[in-house]
């Protein structure tokens, strides 16, 4: 079993920035590869970036790509993303979720998920 939780949201003007963090606890975390995904009001649940165990390997939504990055600390047991010149369209619920599959962008292929923290970028 494992937890998740995730903190760092806020409200940030566009063109702003934000770091959220996810922080694990219960498990192996430099094992396993983490992904964030965010849910707009009336909106599916949508990829946004996942790292692998060792952070070697990262992969991105086009809709994020150049303007966040994802790393995490393992001796922390803790994943960031650092989210920069947002816009009002990036307003969501962000969760981050664990598993086992590197460059997964299906919500099903990630077993355990955080509650979410709440991102609003006002224009």
């Known amino acids: 079993q494992v937890q998740l939780v995730e903190s760092g949201g806020g409200l940030v003007q566009a063109g702003g920035s934000l770091r959220l963090s996810c922080t694990a606890s219960?498990?192996?975390?430099?094992?396993?590869?983490v992904g964030w995904f965010r849910q707009a009001p009336g909106k599916g649940r949508e990829f946004v970036a996942t790292?692998?165990?060792?952070?070697?390997?990262?992969y991105y939504a086009d809709s994020v790509k150049g303007r966040s990055t994802i790393s995490r600390d393992n001796a922390k047991n803790t994943v960031y993303l650092q989210m920069n010149s947002l816009k009002p369209e990036d307003t969501a619920v962000y969760y981050c979720?664990?598993?086992?599959?590197?460059?997964?962008?299906?919500?099903?292929?990630?077993?355990?998920w955080g509650q979410g923290t709440q991102v609003t970028v006002s224009s």
């Open positions: 790292i692998s165990g060792s952070g070697a390997t990262t």
């Open positions: 979720a664990t598993g086992a599959v590197i460059r997964a962008t299906m919500p099903s292929d990630y077993p355990y």
């Open positions: 219960g498990r192996t975390f430099s094992s396993y590869a």
